[in-house]
């Protein structure tokens, strides 16, 4: 079956850090570029970070720049969200899904129509 999934998450307090991974259950990850999003409770699914097939090259909303990393173990068939220095802002819904195009710049990164096929999802909660 193909299909994207997710594990880590969890709960930390504020200035923790978190690993999210994604892996690719019946297809080779590393042809495909990877997005990341969130959905917080009454808001609306919000890209986070992508990783590009073409070239490795990485983007970020700026809420996360300098704390979040996305990156890639081809060996393992796997995506990685590395998530530092978490804020309660960060409190989310978590999903990884795979992008239409080969490169984060083509089509609007941040855009959930331009995303085919998504993972089940994984809790992030960040509190004191």
């Known amino acids: 079956q193909v299909q994207l999934v997710q594990s880590g998450g969890g709960s930390v307090q504020p200035g923790e850090s978190l690993r999210l991974s994604c892996v690719g259950s019946?297809?080779?990850?590393?042809?495909?570029?990877i997005g990341w999003f969130r959905q917080a409770p009454g808001k609306e699914r919000e890209g986070v970070s992508c990783i590009s097939s073409a070239d490795r090259s990485t983007y970020y909303t700026d809420s996360v720049k300098g704390r979040f990393t996305i990156s890639r173990d081809n060996r393992k068939n796997t995506v990685y969200l590395q998530m530092n220095n978490l804020k309660p802002e960060d409190t989310a819904v978590y999903y990884c899904?795979?992008?239409?195009?080969?490169?984060?710049?083509?089509?609007?990164?941040?855009?959930?129509?331009?995303?085919?096929?998504w993972g089940q999802g994984t809790q992030v909660t960040v509190s004191s």
């Open positions: 899904a795979t992008y239409r195009f080969s490169h984060c710049g083509m089509g609007g990164y941040s855009q959930t129509y331009n995303y085919v096929r």
């Open positions: 019946g297809f080779i990850l590393d042809d495909i570029t």
